[in-house]
Structure formats: structure tokens, C-alpha cells
């Protein structure tokens, strides 16, 4: 049986994949540090955390961390049970709905500036073409 290696874009000059990770990414340093502490996460967890929302795998995770594979599991089951999700996907959208939701509250706790006058609704009369 013949097994090729993974698609390239060009076999001459590159020899990386065609389908790469993306390179954006959905929280930053800021947002990190507060799902930490939402959820209590270890320094360790919060690493790890960070790395399968990058879209690593258990194996490259290990070596990224030099620890074995076995403790990215525990890790990863601990994170799991915390945050009360059973996938990566469903983590890194708990996540970012948390974030989401953390940022709409802040905006709505923000005192309004004081040179900004709300308007005064008894002065306001309906239109008068409403039938």
C-alpha cells in the first residue's frame, strides 16, 4: 500500500503543508490572564490552555512544554471538568463567549462622561402622523 506525505504547495521550493495553522489569534495576553482567574486556572493549565487554542495536539503540546503527553491529558481533563465543557472547540468557545461577555459588562459599568446629556423625554412628543 502506497502512503503519500501531506499535500504540499509547491513540491519544488516548499515543504511545508498546504494547510497550516492559522496565525490569528482570538484572545489576547489581557484576555488570558482573566480567564485565569475566572477559572482558577495553574500557570501550567493556562499554558496549556493556550496552546490546544492555537490548535496544537496533545504530542506537540508535550514537546512544546517538554513534559510527557500523559500530563497534557490530566491537564486538559482538569481544564475540562473547571470549565464544564467535553471539547476543545467547545472550550475555545466557552472562552471567547466568557471574554465576550466580560467586555459588554465592563462597557455597561463605565460611568457616562459628564458632558453627555441624556435626553429629556418629556420634551419629546410623538409624531403627529400616527394612525
Given at each position: 500500500?502506497?502512503?503519500?506525505?501531506?499535500?504540499?504547495?509547491?513540491?519544488?521550493?516548499?515543504?511545508?503543508?498546504?494547510?497550516?495553522?492559522?496565525?490569528?489569534?482570538?484572545?489576547?495576553?489581557?484576555?488570558?490572564?482573566?480567564?485565569?482567574?475566572?477559572?482558577?486556572?495553574?500557570?501550567?493549565?493556562?499554558?496549556?490552555?493556550?496552546?490546544v487554542?492555537?490548535?496544537?495536539?496533545?504530542?506537540?503540546?508535550?514537546?512544546?512544554?517538554?513534559?510527557?503527553?500523559?500530563?497534557?491529558?490530566?491537564?486538559?481533563?482538569?481544564?475540562y471538568?473547571?470549565?464544564r465543557?467535553?471539547?476543545?472547540?467547545e472550550?475555545?468557545?466557552?472562552?471567547?463567549?466568557?471574554?465576550?461577555?466580560?467586555?459588554?459588562?465592563?462597557?455597561?459599568?463605565?460611568?457616562?462622561?459628564?458632558?453627555?446629556?441624556?435626553?429629556?423625554?418629556?420634551?419629546?412628543?410623538?409624531?403627529?402622523d400616527?394612525?
Open positions: 500500500m502506497f502512503m503519500s506525505k501531506h499535500p504540499t504547495a509547491n513540491n519544488d521550493t516548499d515543504n511545508g503543508p498546504v494547510f497550516d495553522r492559522p496565525r490569528i489569534s482570538l484572545l489576547s495576553e489581557e484576555h488570558w490572564l482573566y480567564l485565569r482567574k475566572q477559572y482558577c486556572m495553574s500557570p501550567r493549565e493556562l499554558q496549556v490552555a493556550k496552546l487554542c492555537q490548535g496544537f495536539n496533545n504530542e506537540e503540546i508535550a514537546s512544546s512544554l517538554r513534559i510527557k503527553e500523559g500530563t497534557i491529558k490530566t491537564h486538559m481533563r482538569n481544564i471538568r473547571r470549565i465543557v467535553k471539547s476543545r472547540i472550550m475555545l468557545l466557552r472562552f471567547v463567549d466568557n471574554v465576550a461577555k466580560s467586555s459588554t459588562k465592563l462597557e455597561t459599568e463605565l460611568p457616562l462622561s459628564s458632558n453627555i446629556k441624556k435626553p429629556d423625554m418629556t420634551t419629546i412628543s410623538p409624531p403627529s400616527v394612525s
